[in-house]
């Protein structure tokens, strides 16, 4: 899956049909757990931890490099309702930290701030590609984006250089062990899962 798009007049004729799919997901009120007048918040629908889900803002912005001085109130309103809904929904439920952030390469269009739950713990989260975009600089924090913006009045990306983040051997995102299979890894996590503890042991 080659995971960038142009942000210079995207033609969706060009792109893979579930390219849009966040589109058709922000209309199903099955997913849809957070919404005022400029901002959604839907359940991810591949999940790639116990809590994760994407804030979206109203407007249409179909990614980092689109920012520009003219988003930083919406940037902030974005991620202030984010740590406003982890708060009320999800931080009683978990111990695990939750971080907030953008992938640099999307692959789906639409910006969208990622909400996720550091335990990794999901049946979806399959490939190293998968673990790396959550796990290294490919995944920038909410605030880091926010901090460059007010600062620079836009979000310079090198691309490249981010999508080879994806090829780097498997860590372990808590000790930094190295880890050779996925398996292995989602093994390896269990043992930062503040929450494995309360679990009923497996019979
Ligand atoms: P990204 O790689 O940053 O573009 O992340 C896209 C996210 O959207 C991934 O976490 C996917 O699991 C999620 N996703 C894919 N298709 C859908 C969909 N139809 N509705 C909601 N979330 C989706």
């Known amino acids: 899956m080659k995971r960038s798009f142009s942000s210079q007049g995207p033609s969706a004729k060009k792109f893979a049909p579930w390219f849009n799919a966040l589109e058709e997901s922000l209309k199903d009120p099955a997913l849809r757990v957070f919404e005022d007048d400029q901002i ?25 490099e689109q920012l520009t001085s003219a988003h930083v109130s919406l940037l902030e309103h974005l991620i202030e309702e984010a740590h406003a809904f982890v708060e009320s929904n999800v931080a009683a439920k978990t111990k695990n930290p939750v971080r907030l952030g953008f992938h640099q390469v999307p692959s789906m269009k639409r910006l969208h701030l990622h909400i996720i739950s550091q335990d990794f713990d999901s049946a979806c989260l399959k490939h190293k590609k998968h673990w790396n975009s959550f796990t290294t600089p490919f995944f920038m924090d909410a605030e880091k984006v926010l ?32 880890l050779a299979t996925i398996p292995k890894l989602k093994d390896h996590i269990k043992m930062h899962d503040k929450d494995e503890a309360v679990k009923e042991p497996k019979q």
């Open 147 to 178: 901090t460059t913006l007010k600062e620079k009045g836009k979000v310079a990306l090198d691309k490249s250089r981010a999508e080879e983040l994806l090829k780097d051997p498997l860590r372990c995102h808590v000790c930094k062990e190295s």
């Open 40 to 64: 959604t918040i839907i359940r991810d629908k591949f999940p790639k931890a116990r809590f994760h889900y994407l804030a979206l803002a109203k407007s249409p912005i179909d990614d980092l």
